[in-house]
């Protein structure tokens, strides 16, 4: 069975520290995606990121990065310089096929 | 307008009612998807949809039942509401949930009372 585990519950940080999000993942598959999802306080869920199994690159967009990493089955999310705009619940996901399963997600909140 | 919608946004109901969300995609998306968000939780999936007509239990399917005679929506009804249902549900469609990204639509709170 698919799971994904994000182990921090709640994370609070000062305008302008660097977060990262962890995400653990379990699949008896080979050939899968990872995503990370953002939900602002307005409540809607945002796309951020898709990863397949076989491209362990490290990707950088803006002030994100995402480090997926198969040997620990983990794909974690950095925000560098985090803003007040940050703040929101990051979801992970990992899809095979039919069905796309998520994290409990991280409750991010970024002080002034 | 293209996307996808749920309707209500919001519902209350009472225990042992049946209550349908609807949801409603513009894409052509042949998956759909209906999820449920608790705090603790996060998003658990109910049932998802590969085609018209074809539907499958996803992790918490019990009390829920789904349709699908359409590929443009897919409703979920709780065919007698309890407590525990209450929670706020999304539907999401996807092109192909193994390669590309799901879309959501806005959510719909029901308070089961």
């Known amino acids: 069975a698919q799971k994904v585990t994000q182990a921090q519950t709640e994370i609070s940080v000062v305008e302008k520290e660097d977060v990262t999000l962890d995400c653990v993942y379990e699949?008896?598959?080979?050939?899968?995606?990872l995503f990370w999802y953002k939900q602002p306080p307005s409540g809607e869920l945002v796309f951020l990121i898709r990863?397949?199994?076989?491209?362990?690159q490290n990707e950088i967009s803006g002030r994100y990065s995402w480090n997926f990493q198969k040997s620990t089955s983990s794909f974690n999310f950095t925000i560098t310089a985090s803003q007040v705009v940050d703040s929101a619940v990051y979801f992970c996901?990992?899809?095979?096929?039919?069905?796309?399963?998520f994290g409990a997600g991280t409750r991010l909140t970024v002080k002034p | 307008d293209a996307g996808i919608t749920q309707s209500p946004r919001y519902k209350i109901t009472e225990t042992g009612r049946q209550v349908t969300l609807m949801c409603h995609q513009t894409?052509?998306?042949?998956?759909m998807f209906w999820y449920r968000q608790d705090l603790g939780h996060g998003l658990r999936l109910i049932y998802y949809?590969?085609?018209?007509?074809?539907?499958d239990k996803g992790e918490v399917p019990d009390g829920y039942v789904v349709s699908r005679s359409k590929t443009e929506n897919f409703p979920l009804t709780l065919e007698s509401a309890t407590r525990s249902q209450t929670s706020v549900y999304f539907c999401?469609?996807?092109?192909?949930?193994?390669?590309?990204?799901?879309?959501f639509g806005q959510g719909t709170r029901l308070t089961v009372v």
């Open positions: 999401a469609s996807s092109e192909n949930p193994g390669q590309r990204e799901a879309f």
């Open positions: 699949t008896r598959d080979t050939t899968y995606y």
């Open positions: 990863r397949n199994s076989f491209d362990e």
């Open positions: 996901a990992l899809s095979k096929y039919n069905d796309m399963r």
């Open positions: 894409w052509s998306h042949s998956y």
């Open positions: 949809s590969a085609a018209a007509d074809i539907t």
